[in-house]
Structures are given as structure tokens and as C-alpha cells.
């Protein structure tokens, strides 16, 4: 994306959040193909069964998008943080309602260097299960529970990791490798 293409998003954002109705319609198809691609990284070999697929999972962050009154978006970096948090929320929400969050289940076993592909295999509880680690791990140190929300559940790089966080890709890979290991032994400890 070229840089007048990525002003052009911020100064929509800021007309949305200014309270400009109409700026969500102009913004929506020139992020619409990144969500996408957020949305299908994320949804990659996806196993089968699973009822919501890369398009309706944009189409829902959309309808959360339309329907937000209070969002607080700066700039295009932001509003993709954001998006990747509302797909988590989603996905965690889908996994909850299907019922297959029960407790007790046997150990929950996750190799976070393959983020992208590991969530899309990971079954409901193990989503779950995540996303309560990630909850905790975000009251001790948010910035590493965004790097893990944006690089596991929004499939971002390390480079666009580091773009969203306003950090350097040496930051997003430290703070990846603790994060990782937090998580991994509070994923073990509960279950």
C-alpha cells in the first residue's frame, strides 16, 4: 500500500470517528481486500465442519464496525489492531456458543511459532482456551498480549506486527518468544 492510499484511510478514520456517517461507506472498500486477507490467513485449512468462513467473518467485524459508536481509531495500523481483535472476539464467541468449551479436557497442545496454521486447526476449546490465557497474559503485560492476538488471531507478519505496535521487529520477535512461552505454560498449568 503506498502512502497516499494509507492517508487517505487515516483521514477517513478520523472523519468516521468526527462523526461523519457516509466516511464508513468510503472506507469500507479500500480495507475491505486486508481484512480479507486477515480474515483468510487466519481461516486457512480451516477443518472441516467449521460453519464460518473468511468472508463472513469480514462481513462480521464490518457489522460490529457499523454498529460502534465509541471506536477510536488514529490511523490505518489501528484500525487493523482493532479489526484483528473484533475476528478474535468473533471466532471465541463462535467457539463458546457451539458448546464445545468444556473444562477438564486433557492438555491443550499448541506450537505458537506456527500461529496462522495452528488456529486454523485449533478445535473450539483450544480457541477458548487461548483466548482466557491471552486475557491474563494482557492484564500483566498488554503489549505482549497484542502481539500475540495480532500475529495468532489477526495472521499478522512480524513486520506488520511491528507497524500496528509502533515497535521494531527485534521488539515484536522478543516480546513473541516470551509471550509464547508465558502462554504455553499457562495453557499447561490450566489444563
Not at 483521514?11 to 461507506?25: M, S
Not at 487466519?42 to 460453519?51: A, F, H, I, K, L
Not at 485449533?122 to 500475529?151: C, G, N, T, W, Y
Not at 505496535?165 to 512461552?181: C, G, I, M, Y
Request: hydrophobic share 45%; glycine share 4%.
Amino acid at each position: 500500500m503506498d502512502a497516499s492510499q494509507s492517508h487517505e484511510i487515516t483521514r477517513l478514520l478520523r472523519d468516521w470517528k468526527a462523526g461523519d456517517a457516509t466516511a464508513l461507506d468510503r472506507l469500507t472498500p479500500r480495507v475491505y481486500e486486508e481484512l480479507r486477507r486477515m480474515a483468510r490467513r487466519y481461516m486457512r485449512n480451516e477443518r472441516q465442519g467449521v460453519t464460518m468462513q473468511a468472508t463472513a467473518l469480514v462481513n462480521e467485524v464490518y457489522l460490529q464496525l457499523a454498529g460502534a459508536t465509541n471506536l477510536d481509531c488514529d490511523d490505518r495500523s489501528h484500525f487493523y489492531a482493532v479489526a484483528a481483535n473484533m475476528m478474535r472476539r468473533i471466532l471465541v464467541d463462535q467457539a463458546r456458543a457451539r458448546g464445545s468449551a468444556k473444562r477438564g479436557g486433557g492438555a491443550v497442545k499448541l506450537n505458537l511459532d506456527d500461529a496462522p496454521e495452528i488456529a486454523a486447526h485449533s478445535r473450539d476449546r483450544e480457541i477458548v482456551a487461548i483466548d482466557e490465557a491471552l486475557v491474563a497474559l494482557a492484564a500483566m503485560d498488554p503489549r505482549k498480549a497484542r502481539v500475540i492476538e495480532l500475529r495468532f488471531f489477526g495472521g499478522l507478519s512480524v513486520e506488520e506486527t511491528a507497524e500496528v505496535l509502533k515497535v521494531s521487529e527485534p521488539t515484536v520477535l522478543r516480546d513473541w518468544k516470551l509471550a509464547k512461552a508465558w502462554m504455553l505454560r499457562e495453557l499447561k498449568a490450566s489444563a
